[in-house]
């Protein structure tokens, strides 16, 4: 008893499957695709087209909008391109019949979208734009912060969202740019201090506190070489003039 009823179980599965293959074989498709304009949830406008995916039999297809027969086509592949603007703005239903060449009707799947006017679009246009460089500004802002906490002043100068490169010409500390190639991990970027380009990547914290010394190291040198013993002794027989 047990194995009959088995054995029906299996033949309604074996026959569901079957079908929901025949439905799948004998289905008109409809898809909207965005060729060039405005789209955010069901909000459109611009360019958009109509893709119908049809069984081999369909000879002709028919697009409706709003259950009215705006197009046809009578070969593949199934394709209506149209315009937001030559519609009234709203709310519209997208829709597509497929004829096959024994004379059967199948109807496709339905899309409703809301079409704006090209004013609004832009406008919201403007503000999803605005909002991402908002969103990338405050990631930039953020990673700075964390990277330049409880550091000098003379590391925060040479601390930026990229990184901290040393640069292999002159072994100066200096902090790579945004728009710096990137190459992976590296970037062919240019040295503030020689104004030579190398390729660099992000240096470890040893190698930052060691180039910092280098760079505070030939700093105090300038500042020597500014005082030469040259410059003392002229110094000394300018000031001579004024002494009695």
Not at 2 to 21: D, E, H, P
Not at 106 to 115: A, E, G, Q
Not at 170 to 186: D, E, I, V
Request: glycine share 6%; charged share 20%.
């Amino acid at each position: 008893m047990k194995r009959r009823a088995a054995f029906f179980v299996l033949i309604l599965t074996a026959l569901s499957a079957f079908g929901v293959f025949a439905q799948a074989e004998t289905a008109v498709e409809l898809r909207l695709t965005r060729d060039w304009g405005f789209a955010m949830g069901s909000n459109v406008e611009g360019r958009f087209s109509y893709r119908v995916t049809a069984p081999d039999n369909v000879v002709r297809v028919e697009y409706l909008m709003d259950d009215a027969v705006i197009a046809e086509s009578t070969a593949t592949p199934y394709r209506y391109q149209f315009n937001t603007e030559d519609f009234p703005d709203g709310s519209h239903t997208m829709q597509a019949i497929g004829y096959t060449a024994d004379g059967q009707t199948l109807v496709s799947n339905s899309i409703t979208r809301n079409f704006l006017p090209p004013t609004i679009a832009r406008q919201a246009t403007i503000w999803l734009i605005g909002g991402i460089f908002a969103v990338i500004a405050a990631g930039w802002l953020i990673v700075y912060i964390i990277s330049t906490r409880g550091k000098s002043e003379q590391q925060k100068a040479v601390s930026g969202a990229h990184g901290t490169a040393v640069c292999p010409k002159c072994s100066k500390p200096f902090a790579r740019h945004l728009f710096a190639p990137n190459f992976g991990t590296t970037k062919y970027d240019r040295c503030p201090h020689c104004h030579k380009w190398s390729m660099v990547g992000r240096a470890s914290q040893t190698e930052i506190d060691a180039a910092l010394e280098t760079l505070h190291g030939t700093e105090d040198n300038t500042a020597v070489a500014a005082t030469s013993p040259e410059d003392d002794l002229r110094k000394q027989l300018d000031d001579s003039r004024f002494e009695d």
